[in-house]
C-alpha cells in the first residue's frame, strides 16, 4: 500500500485497503474555524447530541475575519467562543493563534500518521507532515464532532516525484504552480497526490506546505509527503508521541495511476493568470501587468521562509508609488519572529503594511480588498473571480520572491531581473 492507503486501513481497523473502497474511518482531529464554524455547531446542535465525541480532538481557531468587522462577525465569533466554552474545546482566539493551517501544525495537533479533517479545503496542507488530512463540509464537520467518524472512498493515488535543485528565487510555489498547471484544475479530483523524489526530500516544511496547501487547487483529496527527519525537526518539541516514520512508508511495490515527473533545475518564476489556478504561465510570458496591490501572506506563503525571502528583495528599497504592499503573517509564532529577525521593519521601511495574523485578502476578508478594474499580485492560493473583492478585479498568483519584487517596481516582476539591476 502507499502511505495515505496505509493511514486510512488503519484509521479503520482493516489490514488492507483498495482504491475506490468505501471506508468509515476513524478521526484523530477535527479542525472548524469562525466562517465555516458556526454553520457546524448549528448543525450539530440539530443532531440533538449534547457533547462531541472527544473535547481534545475537536479544535476551534478564529482567523478568516479577525478582528471582527462587522458585527454579524462578531456575532459569529461570540457562537464559536460560546461553543469553545460549553464543549470545554480548545480554542485559538483573536490575537493568540493566526492563520487555522499554520496554528494547527505549530500547536501540536497534527501528527503523522492520523486523519484530520477540517471545516475548510486548504486542510490538505497538514499532508505536508505524512498525515492524511482533507477538508469537509460543515454539516459533515457537525457529523464528526458527533461521531468520531467520517465515511471515505479510499482514492486512488498519483505519484508526483521531483528532482533538480532550485534557482535563486525560484521556490515551492513555483513548482506547485508549474504542477497545476500542467495537470489542471480537474487533473487529480478525488485522488491522493503524493509528492516525491530528491527535490521534495530537500525541501523545507514550509515548502512541503505550500505544495500540499495547494494539492486542493488541482482537485486532490489529499496532498501527502512521506515524514521524514525534516518533520521530525519541526514536530519534536510540539507533538507529544511521533509514530514510527518507517512504517508510514508507501511500499516499493506500491501502485499508483500515473507518475508524473518533474525537475526544477531549469523552472522560471511561474504566475497563476486571471482567473483560475491553472492558467500559469512562466513570468517570460506575462508582459507588462503594472499592479495595484501586493500581498505576502495567507496559509500558502505566509511563513518565515517566505517573509525572509520578501525583506531580503524589499531590504533598502521602496515600495512603488500607487501600490499598496500588505504583509500578514501566518501565526502570533511567525509574527514575533518576524518583529524579532527585523523583517517588520523592513517591510514598515519599505512602505509594506504589516498586519497582524489573519487570513485577510486571501477570502475577501476585511482587509485589502480590491476595487474593480485593480489589480492584486498575491502568494494565497486562489485567483477564482471576486476571490479578493471586485469581481471585475483582477488576481495574479505568484511567489513571495516574484510578489515582492513585483510591489517594488510596480508591475509583476522576475526577482531574478530586480537582482541583477542592483
Known amino acids: 500500500m502507499n502511505i495515505t492507503e496505509k493511514i486510512l ?29 458556526p454553520l457546524a455547531v448549528e448543525a450539530f446542535k ?3 447530541t449534547e457533547k462531541v465525541w472527544n473535547n481534545k480532538k475537536v479544535v476551534v481557531i478564529l482567523d478568516h475575519q479577525v478582528p471582527a468587522e ?24 483573536v490575537g493568540r493563534g493566526g492563520v487555522c493551517h499554520q496554528v494547527m501544525p505549530e500547536k501540536g495537533h497534527v501528527v503523522p500518521g492520523t486523519v484530520i479533517v477540517g471545516a475548510d479545503s486548504h486542510t490538505c496542507t497538514y499532508g505536508a507532515f505524512g498525515a492524511f488530512a482533507t477538508g469537509i463540509g460543515s454539516t459533515e464537520a457537525a457529523a464528526v464532532m458527533a461521531t468520531g467518524k467520517i465515511w471515505l472512498k479510499v482514492p486512488v493515488a498519483i505519484r508526483i516525484n521531483v528532482d533538480g ?49 495547494m494539492a486542493v487547487e488541482m482537485g486532490a483529496k489529499n496532498g501527502i509527503v512521506e515524514p521524514d527527519e525534516t518533520t521530525r525537526k519541526f514536530l519534536q518539541d510540539r507533538v507529544k508521541t ?48 503594472p499592479v495595484d496591490q501586493a500581498f505576502i501572506g495567507s496559509c500558502t ?24 504592499a500588505l504583509v500578514i503573517p501566518a501565526s502570533m509564532e511567525v509574527y514575533k519572529r518576524a518583529l524579532t529577525e527585523g523583517l517588520t521593519e523592513t517591510f514598515t521601511e519599505a512602505g509594506a503594511m504589516v498586519c497582524g495574523p489573519a487570513c485577510g485578502p486571501c477570502l475577501g476578508g476585511h482587509i485589502g480588498l480590491l476595487a474593480a478594474e485593480e489589480t492584486c499580485v498575491s502568494t494565497s492560493n486562489r485567483n477564482f473571480i ?13 511567489s513571495p520572491a516574484t510578489v515582492a519584487a513585483s510591489a517594488v517596481t510596480g508591475k509583476i516582476t522576475d526577482p531574478r531581473t530586480l537582482e541583477a539591476k542592483q
Not at 506563503?301 to 499598496?324: C, F, T
Open 165 to 213: 535543485k532550485f534557482g535563486k528565487y525560484i521556490t515551492p510555489k513555483d513548482l506547485v504552480l508549474n504542477i497545476i498547471g500542467k495537470l489542471g484544475v480537474d487533473g487529480a479530483i478525488y485522488k491522493s497526490a503524493e509528492f516525491t523524489g530528491r527535490t521534495i526530500r530537500e525541501m523545507s516544511i514550509a515548502g512541503r506546505m505550500t505544495i500540499c496547501n
Open 9 to 37: 486501513a488503519k484509521a479503520s481497523g482493516k489490514t488492507t485497503v483498495q482504491p475506490g473502497e468505501i471506508v468509515d474511518a476513524n478521526v484523530d482531529t477535527i479542525m472548524i474555524h469562525d466562517l465555516t464554524g
Open 70 to 93: 462587522s458585527i454579524k462577525a462578531a456575532e459569529l465569533h461570540k457562537t464559536m467562543r460560546q461553543f469553545a466554552k460549553d464543549q470545554q474545546l480548545r480554542i485559538y482566539d
Open 46 to 48: 440539530k443532531i440533538g
Open 242 to 289: 511521533l509514530p514510527d516514520f518507517a512504517a508510514l512508508g508507501s511500499d516499493k511495490d506500491s501502485t499508483y495511476e500515473q507518475t508524473v515527473a518533474f525537475n526544477v533545475a531549469e523552472l522560471e518564476p511561474q504566475v497563476a493568470c486571471p482567473s483560475s489556478v491553472d492558467n500559469v504561465k512562466p513570468i517570460s510570458e506575462i508582459g507588462d501587468v
Open 301 to 324: 506563503n505566509g511563513r518565515m521562509e517566505d517573509l525572509r525571502l520578501a525583506a531580503q528583495i524589499m531590504k533598502g528599497k521602496k515600495v512603488k508609488d500607487g501600490v499598496r
Open 386 to 398: 471576486g476571490r479578493m473583492g471586485s469581481k471585475e478585479a483582477n488576481v495574479y498568483l505568484a
